[in-house]
């Protein structure tokens, strides 16, 4: 099975950067999901075949790309906050024809990374 890395992640001050790397190849559809324990996990944001979407949590401080040639997922983290704490996930999935992009269709059927640890502390 295919798996997704993920990297980038660590420990930054209140108001800080951080930008998360994941190398995965060939997917239209791609995101990010952060996982706090004993808390459900949430979407983050989500990018493919045209289609951008972010948290409103995260708007105006995170923004997800991708870059085709490097075949790598980004997600940069600005104006970090305490409550942005929690393990990042990379997802990514082959859309049937005709499906759109979302984060249910990823979290439903997405091969998922193994996490990196985003810690917001001063």
Do not use: I
Not at 86 to 98: D, R
Not at 99 to 104: A, V
Request: proline fraction near 3%.
């Amino acid at each position: 099975e295919v798996q997704l890395v993920e990297s980038g992640g660590g420990l930054v001050q209140p108001g800080g950067s951080l930008r998360l790397s994941c190398a995965a190849s060939g997917y239209t559809c791609m995101g990010w999901f952060r996982q706090v324990p004993g808390k459900e996990r949430e979407g983050v944001a989500v990018t493919g075949n045209g289609f951008t979407w972010h948290a409103d949590s995260v708007k105006g401080r995170f923004t997800v790309s991708q870059d085709s040639a490097k075949r790598t997922l980004y997600l940069q983290m600005n104006s970090l906050k305490p409550e942005d704490t929690a393990m990042y996930y990379c997802v990514a999935a082959h859309l049937p024809w005709g499906t759109g992009c979302s984060g249910g269709y990823l979290s439903g059927f997405g091969v998922w990374g193994q996490g990196t640890q985003v810690t917001v502390s001063a």
